[in-house]
């Protein structure tokens, strides 16, 4: 089945733990992609990238990190977690990047809370 | 820079109505228009994908069209059903500093009352 995993689904942290949030997706997808969501704020993009070793930010990237060394993964990390970023988190992936016809396919979510 | 607004945010009506939602953009250079569903504590699902040459997409009870002139979609959904309750999503893909990048709304929450 095509998809797009992420782990762990729920996670609490305290302060300046660092801590991963991996993502696969099995399509063979080159553009994945970060956000956030916030009440009142929507979905905002934190990370993404457009194929292996090309990463670039999004509209919220600071105290997150990202790498892309293989297609099919793209963990987001967060080297020293505050509260503020407490969130829900969502993975996404498309085919390539600039194709107006490619849909996005997004992960379950992964709803962290920083203590 | 790349504004997405949805209006109403949030919205009720009784079974069977017809409705609207809105979205609207602010550069008109865009690569598509996705509508997404989300329900309460779970990913999104896209509903309909919008190119920026096409006018419109159907898919069942649900319509978006696409006025990349005046920056503006709507999702019509026909002869709701309590099932339709959820948040809508509209998201835009455009170039910004050679790149592709998507930006979404706020949403609008939809709840239809049996």
């Known amino acids: 089945e095509a998809q797009v995993t992420q782990n762990p689904r729920y996670l609490i942290t305290v302060t300046g733990k660092k801590l991963t949030v991996t993502c696969s997706q099995n399509?063979?997808?080159?553009?994945m992609s970060w956000y956030r969501q916030d009440p009142g704020l929507g979905l905002r993009q934190i990370y993404y990238?457009?194929?292996?070793?090309?990463?670039d930010k999004g509209d919220v990237p600071e105290g997150y990190k990202v790498s892309r060394k293989e297609k099919r993964n793209f963990p987001l990390i967060l080297e020293s977690p505050s509260p503020n970023q407490t969130s829900l988190y969502f993975c996404?992936?498309?085919?390539?990047?600039?194709?107006?016809?490619?849909?996005?396919?997004f992960g379950p979510g992964t709803r962290l809370l920083v203590l | 820079k790349q504004e997405v607004t949805q209006i109403p945010a949030a919205l009720s009506v009784p079974e069977g109505e017809n409705l609207v939602l809105n979205c609207s953009f602010t550069?008109?250079?865009?690569?598509?228009l996705q509508w997404f569903r989300q329900d309460p504590g779970k990913g999104l699902t896209s509903l309909l994908l919008?190119?920026?040459?096409?006018r419109e997409q159907t898919s069942g009870r649900l319509n978006a069209s696409l006025d990349k002139s005046s920056g503006r979609s709507t999702l019509y959904i026909a002869a709701s059903q309590p099932g339709d309750s959820a948040t809508y999503l509209c998201?835009?893909?455009?170039?910004?500093?050679?790149?592709?990048?998507?930006?979404f709304g706020t949403g609008t929450r939809l709840k239809v009352l049996a």
């Open positions: 996404a992936s498309s085919l390539a990047g600039g194709r107006p016809q490619e849909t996005q396919y």
């Open positions: 399509m063979n997808h080159e553009y």
């Open positions: 990238s457009m194929n292996v070793e090309v990463t």
């Open positions: 550069d008109s250079a865009i690569y598509n």
């Open positions: 919008i190119q920026s040459s096409q």
């Open positions: 998201a835009v893909q455009f170039k910004a500093s050679g790149t592709y990048k998507y930006i």
